[in-house]
C-alpha cells in the first residue's frame, strides 16, 4: 500500500492526486537532507552546489550563525515587536541603514520578500492618502518583473502568475523593461532601448492621469525573469521622470540587495534614489524567513513626523531569533568583504563561461553581475528563438548528474552561488555546466 502524498509544493507541477504517492514523488524531486558551505546532500548521499533561490549567502550550516541563533533562542525564543520590542531590532535597523545609503531613516520588519514589497506599497498608499492625493491609488512596473506573491506584490508583477487568478488590484500598469538581450521597439543599442522606454513610460503615465499614479516598482535587475540585466543609466532617468510627476519609486532588492551583485544596493550605485527599498533574500541568507523595507527620509517624516501608526504587520515580525541570524550573517558579509568578493569570483565565472561557451550553438546570451549569474538558451542565435521545455528537461537532467542545483526557468539557466564560494567550487560550477551543455549537443 503507498502512501499519498499530502503536500503542495509552491511554484511546482503537481501530478494528478490520484496516481501521486510519496515513492513516485520522491522519484521526480531532488529531497535534499543536510548542508554545509556550498553544498548541499540528498538522501542518497550525493553532493550538489547549490545555487538556486539566491537565498544562501554565507552558504549553510555556518556555525557562527548557528551560534547567534541558538543563544537568541535560548535567551528569548519570541517577542512580538507590535507596542513592544527587545534589544535586536534596533541593531539591525541602524545596521541596514548604515549599509544601504544615507537616504533612509526607518526600518519595518516583514516576514519574506512579498511583505517586503507588500509593505512598501501599503507605506505609499498611507503617505499620498495623508497628503490629500488619495486618487494615487496606481502601481506602474515593468514588463518581466517578479515583486512576489500576496495580493498587492502579485498584481505587480507580470510575469504571467497573475493570469491564474483573475483579477488583482485594479489599475496596476505594465511597461516595457530595456531587457539588454531582447530590447523592446526594435532597438539595439543599449541607450536605444532606454529611450524607447523611458519614452514609453512617460506614456503610460500621461494617459493613465499622472495625478493617479501612486509609484513605479523597480527590480535593478529583474531576477526571476532570467537575470535580465538593464542600461544603467534608466534608472536616474525614470527617477527624474517620476518626480517631475510627483509618483514615488520603490525599489525592490529582495534578489540583489545586501551584497550579491556586488554592492550593498544597486539602487544607491544606480541613482534610483528610492522612496522605499525592499531587501529579503541575503537579510538572514536563508537562516530564517524574514523581510525589510527601509524608508526614506521624506517618507519617514510624512507618515511619522508628528506621529502615526502604520496598521499592518505580521504576530511574528521582527522576530527575535531572525534578527540574530540576520545581525550575524550581515556581520560576516561585512567583515569578510563579501561584496567584492562576489563581484570578482561573478566576472571570472562570467569569464569562465565565455570562453567555455561562446560557441555553442544554443548558448543565447551569458550575462550577470556579482553573484546573480544567467545563461540564456536559444534554437537559433540570430533569431533568439528560444529552446523548447524538452531541450530544458534534458539539461536540467544532466545538470543534476553533475551534481549542480540551479534554477532553470523559461530557457534560462540562474546561477546564484553563496557569496563566499570558493574558487574551486566556481571551477567545478563552469565545468559541470559546460560538460552538461556539450552533452546537449
Ligand atoms: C525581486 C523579487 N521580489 C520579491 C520576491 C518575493 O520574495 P519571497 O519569495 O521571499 O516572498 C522575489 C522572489 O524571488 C524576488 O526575486
Sequence with gaps: MHKSYPVVHPFTWMPPSGTLTTDTWLGQVTCLERGDGSWVYDTQGKAYLYTTTAVPTVGLSNWRVIQAMKEQMERLSFASTCAQTHGLVEPLADKLLRLCGSRYAKVFFTNDGSGAVETAMRLIRQHFISRGEAKRDKFISFDGSFHGTTYGSGSVTHLGIREMFGRGLEDCLCAPAPNLYRPPGGVSSPEG??????????????????ETIAAVLVEPIQAVNGVVLMPESFFSQVRTLTRQY????????????????????????????????????GLTGGYFPMGAVLMSGELDDSLFGSGGILLHGSTQCGHPVGCAAALEVLEIIERDGLPDHAAVRGQGILDDFADALADHPHVGDIRGMGLMLALEFVKDKATKEPVDFEWGRRLSGHLHDEGILGNYFNGILLMYPPLNVSGEECDFLVHGVTRALRRMG
Excluded at 193 to 210: H, M, S, V
Design 193 to 210: 532601448a532606454a529611450d524607447f522606454c523611458l519614452k514609453e513610460l512617460e506614456r503610460l503615465i500621461e494617459e493613465a492621469g499622472p
Design 246 to 281: 510627483g509618483i514615488a519609486v520603490i525599489s525592490d532588492e529582495v534578489t540583489t540587495g545586501l551584497g550579491r551583485t556586488g554592492h550593498w544596493s544597486l539602487s544607491e550605485k544606480y541613482g534610483l534614489e528610492p522612496d522605499v527599498l525592499a531587501v529579503s533574500k
